[in-house]
């Protein structure tokens, strides 16, 4: 074995198994949050919880191909160079896993972006955004199947520049636009109210830091396609994308309670008694009467978009003309 194809199998197994380890770590997060997403939201609705029950099996079979691939090369191979070289299925199987995750969990945002954003501008934000997550999942979806389809992993290098580099370039556009869609949709949701404000401007820096779990991550593995193309160390962020992408999704479920309670705790805030929710996409929000059906109050605001990006429907607004079609 040349020095130049030992270096590359180090690097390459090195960022797998450091890369295996952090994304174990966010399995067990994973199923940390799941659980805690049934204990306090047991009322949720059903398709929501579909999603998190799904989004959990997939990333627990992402957890048991990652296991597959550790125990096949660092102990049935470990001393066989040839062994090491050869391709195994537990990896495009795995690759399978994180599209599906990543699909998932951006369409859900981008629903939320098409749902709430102003009629004349959900279109502009939802078809770029619908464009960029389906390059992510073409080019996913291209590049496993190369994997599939090459028995050796040096001869997976000759698709790096052609199928893995624009799967990450497009999975860091999608993330970043639909970061900046959220943050566009939850600024025009700004009001004259101390209390709505402060809880949307909570809600734009969820949106942010998600961007920067996912993007960033996406990021690293940009470079290391552009300046080491020839060894395969991408393979290490390509393992925690599964666990990244749900993670954020149940951290946006799981913190609407926490921001919801925080927020009327605010001793600062301006009391009043409700808000007509026909104003609440023009971004004026106006005091009104006693409370009556159609209208939202402070303590239910956050709970008329989607958790850490928008607010959840609460019951008692079901019935407002604007907001019968229901995405949460």
């Known amino acids: 074995m040349s020095d130049a194809l030992l270096q590359s199998f180090q690097e390459t197994f090195g960022a797998a198994l450091i890369g295996g380890l952090l994304a174990m770590g966010l399995y067990g997060l994973t199923t940390s949050q799941t659980y805690f997403y049934f204990v306090e939201y047991p009322n949720d609705k059903i398709w929501r919880k579909t999603l998190v029950c799904t989004l959990w099996v997939l990333n627990t079979i992402h957890s048991a191909f990652m296991i597959h691939m550790a125990y096949h090369y660092l102990i049935l191979k470990a001393f066989n160079p040839f062994g090491l070289s050869q391709n195994i299925w537990s990896l495009p199987a795995s690759m ?155 951290a946006t479920l799981n913190s609407r309670r926490r921001i919801r309670d925080g927020s009327s705790k605010d001793p600062d805030t301006t009391d009043f008694s409700s808000v007509h929710l026909s104003n609440v996409r023009s971004g004026t929000l106006t005091a009104s009467e006693p409370h009556d059906h159609g209208i939202l109050t402070p303590h239910k605001l956050y709970d008329a978009h989607p958790a850490s990006e928008l607010m959840i429907y609460d019951s008692s607004i079901q019935s407002v003309d604007d907001l019968k079609q229901e995405v949460v």
């Open 96 to 250: 399978i896993v994180h599209i599906l995750t990543a699909f998932l969990v951006m369409i859900y945002f981008l629903s939320i972006i098409f749902q709430f954003g102003k009629p004349k501008l959900r279109w502009w934000l939802a078809v770029p955004n619908l464009i960029s997550v389906l390059l992510h999942v073409g080019f996913g979806i291209e590049s496993t199947i190369h994997v599939f389809q090459t028995p050796s992993l040096v001869h997976l290098t000759a698709f790096t520049k052609m199928s893995f580099l624009p799967m990450a370039a497009a999975q860091v556009g999608a993330d970043i636009l639909l970061a900046l869609s959220l943050c566009f949709v939850l600024h025009n949701h700004r009001t004259t109210f101390r209390r709505t404000n402060s809880i949307v401007d909570t809600l734009i820096v969820y949106a942010i830091n998600r961007c920067l779990l996912t993007a960033g991550t996406a990021v690293v593995s940009l470079l290391m396609i552009t300046l080491k193309p020839e060894s395969m160390m991408y393979i290490g962020p390509e393992l925690l994308f599964a666990g990244l992408y749900t993670n954020a999704l149940l």
